[in-house]
């Protein structure tokens, strides 16, 4: 799930990840019925453009939502995110090619990606801008 309301990847046993290692004093985190959980492990997301500190994340095993992928942590690491009413592409700034990409859910409207699938990271991805200083190609 794109996430632009946290500050760090936030998985759970399901999330696939590189390689998992466990932490014993795993951050907390207050969830939105005022409980706590505690990450038990950490991992790297499989999105082999972006740095290890771009990609790494929490795993808590009371998370039932699924990965939440923190935009703003994506972005810190020189990507644009942009979205539309039915899409999200995550592109790395310094090549403009498309290293991650997701479609919204039309019941619950969120942003879904497949960290499962193999990214095509050939594309780029061609948008109308206002800016004469960013090109994008499809």
Sequence with gaps: IADTGCNH???NPRTPGVIRRE???GPKVQIHNGATMQ????????????SSTATHTHI??????????SIGQICNDGCWAIFDKNK??????????????GNRNPQDKLWYFDLNKKQD?????????MSSDVNFEL
């Design 88 to 101: 999200v592409w995550i592109i790395k700034k310094d090549t403009g090619k498309i290293i991650l990409n």
């Design 60 to 69: 808590y095993p009371e998370n039932k939502s699924g990965t939440l992928v």
């Design 9 to 11: 990847h936030s998985g």
């Design 23 to 25: 932490i014993k004093f």
């Design 39 to 50: 990450a038990t492990h950490e991992t790297n997301l499989p999105i082999p453009s972006l």
């Design 121 to 129: 990271q050939t594309k780029k991805l061609k948008i109308p801008i």
